[in-house]
């Protein structure tokens, strides 16, 4: 099996591919110089491969790496977030109603 995580701009998500079938993506909105992640989803049929954890991973990595500030309104980002503190400094919690 082929993972790889690209983002789609045009979508405004980054995906997940198991060699050549979507497997899941993470929903994003960009706002200045922020990233908000407000929903991610992997298909049933992929389910515990970790292939979520690798797309968070990868999201993450990009936006890092692009000088973003990563909003997690996703749950699923935001607990991974609090369990890889690398992410920290590059965090800022969503306000209560923000979306």
Known sequence: MTVRVVNNPEQS???VWSD????GFSAY???AERTIFTHTEVDDAFAGKGLAKVLARHALDDVVERGRVIVPVCP???AYVR???QYEIHVSWPES???
């Open 13 to 15: 998500r980054y995906e």
């Open 20 to 23: 050549d079938a979507l497997a």
């Open 29 to 31: 909105r960009e706002r």
């Open 76 to 78: 699923f980002i935001a």
């Open 83 to 85: 369990k890889n503190s």
């Open 97 to 99: 109603g923000e979306s």
